[in-house]
């Protein structure tokens, strides 16, 4: 049985993800993105986006992200996001880095969430000559707090956005777990809602080592293959990345996982929900349940081995395409268990 719900990239590479990788693992193929898997990867990903788009693999969602921004933004720039934002929160200055000088502006945000009145807030803040020039917004999808946008709340962000010339960035580690709630098209809540740009999250789906730099602006994919390379970016033997890929969107395993996930979350949340002491902090709309839990029910959980973390007030508990059924239950017992006999040592 496994205990840990510290993070969904604590899991492995999923299997059909796997299986591709070893196909690729025969023989030789040319390096730096140009070989089948590579092509073939990118052309499944705009026909899953229903459009042509721009494709590049980098390693991790901070690069991606990072360089993202870098794509749109200018170094007086400045970029809106929620305060809760992995770009402002755990990132390393990532973003600020590689955008060389673009300074971020967070702002509160309910659940991981811009809102319109927030836009309006950074709108109306000083933007003379002294101040960084707002040039982007960017959004998390799902959240950090495992909220999901919905596709009219993204359309009014970004037609704010745009009607100011700004660009919008989409934080998508978790897209596909939003894909999944929503029950909807990638491209809904993508370019047809006004994203620019797309941080398309593999490895905490289960693909594994890579995360996809989708451009709908192509105007701002202009020389990314250089930007890319110089980040360190470009890996070279690439078809490991790209054939993960291949595998996880044939036959729509990536939904499919994604899917599951939030279902072992939701299905967590329903057990734990009206237990005495255990407050839910926020909507379970992908695949993490934030909960506060009295401390000595989590010292009890934790010396028994279970793994989860602590995030703002309270704990995030993480689901992922490898948690099972009988996991969340056992997870469940053992919460139930913890809070009985912590009620009854007071
Ligand atoms: C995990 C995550 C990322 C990517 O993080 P890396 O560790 O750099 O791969 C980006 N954004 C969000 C919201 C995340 O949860």
Request: hydrophobic share 45%; charged share 20%.
């Amino acid at each position: 049985m496994i205990k840990d719900f510290g993070s969904d990239n604590h899991a492995g590479i999923c299997p059909e993800a796997w299986a591709m990788m070893e196909k690729a693992n025969s023989g030789y193929a040319d390096a730096y993105g140009n070989d089948d898997d590579s092509f073939r990867a990118a052309d499944r990903i705009r026909a899953l986006f229903d459009t042509d788009c721009e494709v590049f693999f980098v390693l991790s969602g901070t690069a991606a992200n990072a360089l993202a921004l870098a794509s749109l933004c200018k170094p007086y720039h400045a970029i809106v996001c929620a305060d809760a934002a992995h770009i402002y929160t755990s990132e390393c200055g990532a973003p600020e880095f590689f955008t060389h000088g673009s300074r971020l502006i967070p702002l509160p945000a309910r659940d991981g969430k811009l809102t319109i009145a927030g836009l309006q807030t950074a709108a109306a803040m000083p933007n003379g000559v002294h101040q960084s020039k707002l040039a982007a917004v960017s959004l998390t999808q799902a959240t950090e707090l495992g909220a999901v946008y919905r596709p009219d709340e993204l359309r009014a962000l970004s037609g704010f956005a745009h009607d100011r010339s700004w660009k919008v960035q989409l934080d998508g580690a978790r897209f596909a777990n939003a894909c999944a709630f929503l029950n909807c098209a990638p491209a809904d809540i993508s370019w047809k809602v006004g994203v620019d740009v797309l941080c398309f999250g593999g490895t905490k789906n289960g693909m594994g080592l890579s995360e996809a730099l989708v451009f709908f602006d192509k105007v701002a994919a202009q020389e990314f293959a250089y930007r890319r390379k110089q980040a360190g970016q470009l890996a070279s033997k690439m078809r490991f990345f790209s054939s993960a890929w291949c595998g996880a969107l044939e036959n729509g395993a990536w939904l499919k996982h994604a899917a599951h996930a939030n279902r072992m979350a939701l299905r967590l949340r329903q057990r734990i929900e009206n237990l005495p002491g255990v407050e839910l902090l926020a909507p379970t709309e992908s695949n993490g349940v934030f909960v506060r839990l009295p401390a000595a029910v989590c010292a009890v959980l934790r010396s028994d081995g279970w793994l989860f973390q602590n995030f703002n007030s309270g704990v995030r508990i993480m689901c992922s395409w490898a948690s099972t059924e009988t996991d969340i239950d056992a997870f469940a017992s053992a919460i139930t268990d913890a809070i009985v006999s912590a009620r009854k040592t007071v």
